[in-house]
């Protein structure tokens, strides 16, 4: 950078030694001219850093959203399984449990006591399958509209006989009404297509749960 010098001699000549001194001054820089090394790097390189910063914040918060979207999904699984499993502990604690076709829950008690095949009045053979209901509800109702019966036989639906000769008490008490607390002696009449095949007796939860509880083969040969 120029500076003034003093300097120390006498003028020879008058004027001049009254003509004023000009003093050189240095010439202005221009930024960014691009002259000399270092001049214009340091823009660049900022804005290279900034860039560089709103990626990275950018992908921060893709992966915070993911991480969000994957907690809410997870969680909705884990409600549904739970939901799931109450539902059906909930059915089998009112549907009651079931052995063959005996069941036992708390509002009622179902039981199969023996099974005889007698001749109808066309000759025909039936089955009739004796029960023992017990209502432990406080309202009244029948064994056939908590627990309906059917049989098959070779995989055929056997329909009920009503042509029996000798028809059973058993078989009028199935549609009587039971009060709560009390228990009846109940029977279904099955027309069978013949006298040795096995028989498939199926109970159906008509209160609870809706569903075929229980099932049971009998063989009469």
Known sequence: MPRDLDLDFEFQDE???ERPV??????PRREGSG???GRGVAPARRRKNDMTSIIILAVEIV???ALIALFFFLKGKIVDSDSSGSAQASESSEGGTSDGV???SDDFSLTCTKVQLVMDADNNTAAVVYFTFVNKTQTPLAMSEVFPASVKQNGTECPEDTNLT??????G??????SGGQSAECAYAFLLSDQTSPLTLTIRDNYSTFQDIGSTEIPIS
């Open 63 to 65: 992966v915070f959203i």
């Open 166 to 171: 000798d028809v059973p008490v058993e078989v």
């Open 173 to 178: 008490n199935k549609d009587m009404q039971i």
């Open 15 to 17: 004027e001049l030694r």
């Open 102 to 104: 005996n069941v036992e």
């Open 35 to 37: 002259r000399g090394p």
């Open 22 to 27: 000009r003093q050189s001054r240095p010439a």
